[in-house]
């Protein structure tokens, strides 16, 4: 039961260009939203995160929209750069759940960013 | 100074041995995480230790074994290899703030354990 999806395996786009990576999730219960990038042979970086108490979150270059009532995510990078080429992995867990929380990974989405 | 590390890097082993692998974290956290990602790339939570306490413990076989010494290390141990057990296995910590901020994990940069 695959709870996060990441339904496009990959993309490519241009430098200098919008890049949208899209999550969906199907666990209400869900409340808190990670994005993490990771290169080869590298371990998952955190990039950027939002609570369901916002729908939107920015950080530079990067903007993650949360549309709670279509469950439904997005991550834009803008401007996309040679170096945003990377596998994004999407999370999802609840913020109440005590001490530890468990992150639901979706499969991730391999971004080429070309010149 | 990498803030999670985990060692080895490559593990190649025949099916039936035990080994393990270890995590240590220098970044003060109280929480540490295994994570396995599987040939389909899924990244599943495996064990979760709370200063030294076992948090959560997903549908893991008996032969995985988590072993936290301090809060500093978490190592995982695995006994009778099996041709299944062949994944990258990921190490993580993270530290409760106030705010919420507790769900930001940082990772290891992962062993690749292949059984033969």
């Known amino acids: 039961d695959q709870q996060v999806k990441q339904n496009s395996p990959s993309l490519s786009v241009q430098e200098g260009r919008i890049s949208i990576l899209n999550c969906d999730y199907t666990?209400?219960?869900?409340?808190?939203f990670l994005w993490y990038k990771k290169y080869p042979a590298e371990g998952p970086t955190f990039l950027i995160s939002?609570?369901?108490?916002?729908d939107k979150n920015e950080d530079g270059r990067f903007t993650v929209f949360l549309n709670k009532s279509a469950k439904h995510l997005s991550l834009h990078i803008v401007p996309s750069q040679p170096g945003d080429s990377a596998v994004y992995f999407c999370?999802?867990?609840?913020?109440?759940?005590?001490?530890?929380?468990?992150?639901?990974f979706g499969t991730g989405t391999r971004l080429q960013v070309t010149l | 100074d990498t803030a999670v590390s985990q060692t080895p890097k490559y593990l190649v082993t025949q099916m039936g041995n035990d080994k393990s692998i270890k995590c240590e974290q220098n970044l003060g956290h109280d929480t540490m995480y295994w994570y396995k990602q599987d040939s389909k790339k899924f990244l599943k939570i495996m064990f979760s230790y709370n200063n030294k306490e076992l948090i959560i413990n997903e549908t893991v076989p008996n032969r995985f074994s988590p072993k936290s010494p301090d809060k500093a290390h978490l190592n995982l141990h695995i006994n009778s290899l099996e041709l299944g057990d062949s994944a990258v296995y990921f190490c993580?910590?993270?530290?409760?703030?106030?705010?919420?901020?507790?769900?930001?994990?940082?990772f290891g940069a992962g062993t690749r354990l292949s059984v033969l």
């Open positions: 999370a999802a867990s609840s913020l109440n759940t005590g001490t530890a929380s468990k992150l639901t």
């Open positions: 666990n209400s219960m869900f409340d808190y």
């Open positions: 993580a910590s993270s530290q409760e703030l106030a705010g919420g901020s507790k769900n930001i994990q940082y």
């Open positions: 939002i609570s369901s108490i916002k």
